[in-house]
């Protein structure tokens, strides 16, 4: 089983900051698979990004992925009010088990 | 516009069993692999199960294998869970989710149904 760990856990940040959030794998796996997603309290979560660094239809240009291997990055350039939210990478590979990342809370400072 | 809308959710005690149901409208729903993924109250997501387009392929988490079965009628655009022996770390809020593609994975999700296993 492929295991995500996301940092950091919390990310405190104000409206119009960088914001970059990494998520790491246990082993390698092809960056096709892997995917983020938003999801604000109460809601389902959105994809953002799939195949690692390709923005979903409608996903402002603010919101990149990056990264390869064992290493992957969500950088949002210019935080916006409504970017603050609970953000998870998704590996969903060849084979099962298919898992998420536990989680990245980004909350404004 | 995809939409895909649970149902079946609701208190259960420990050992009991539950089917969740989610239909879906908006797209050609055969053509497309779905799985169900949960959300423990205040915790991350978990995948759950999936299923191919034609029933063919069938995938579970070593937490549900044995006691969750899932299944689909495409003609009648419905993805089912049938959930035995519930335990009381079932407890979670059921997603049903359209896998668009192999690259893009999951893509819509419905907006949930609330598993609750309690005595």
């Known amino acids: 089983e492929i295991v995500l760990t996301q940092s950091p856990g919390t990310l405190s940040l104000s409206p119009g900051e960088r914001a970059t959030l990494s998520c790491r794998a246990s082993q390698s796996f092809t960056s096709s698979y892997l995917a983020w997603y938003q999801q604000k309290p109460g809601q389902a979560p959105r994809l953002l990004i799939y195949?690692?660094?390709t923005r979903a239809p409608g996903i402002p240009d603010r919101f990149s992925g990056s990264g390869s291997g064992t290493d992957f990055t969500l950088t949002i350039s210019r935080l916006e009010p409504e970017d603050f939210a609970v953000y998870y990478c998704h590996q969903h590979g060849s084979s099962p088990p298919y898992t998420f990342g536990q989680g990245t809370k980004l909350e404004i400072k | 516009e995809v939409q895909l809308v649970e149902s079946g959710g609701g208190l259960v005690q420990p050992g009991g069993s539950l089917r969740l149901s989610c239909v879906a409208s908006g797209f050609t729903f055969s053509g497309y692999s779905m799985n169900w993924v949960r959300q423990a109250p205040g915790k991350g997501l978990e995948w759950v199960s999936y299923i191919s387009g034609s029933s063919s392929t069938i995938y579970y988490a070593d937490s549900v294998k044995g006691r969750f079965t899932i299944s689909r009628d495409n003609a009648e655009n419905s993805l089912y869970l049938l959930m035995n022996n519930l335990r009381d770390e079932d407890t979670a809020v059921y997603y049903c989710a359209r896998r668009y593609s192999s690259t893009w994975g999951i893509d819509s999700w419905g907006q949930g149904t609330l598993v609750t296993v309690s005595s």
């Open positions: 195949g690692a660094s």
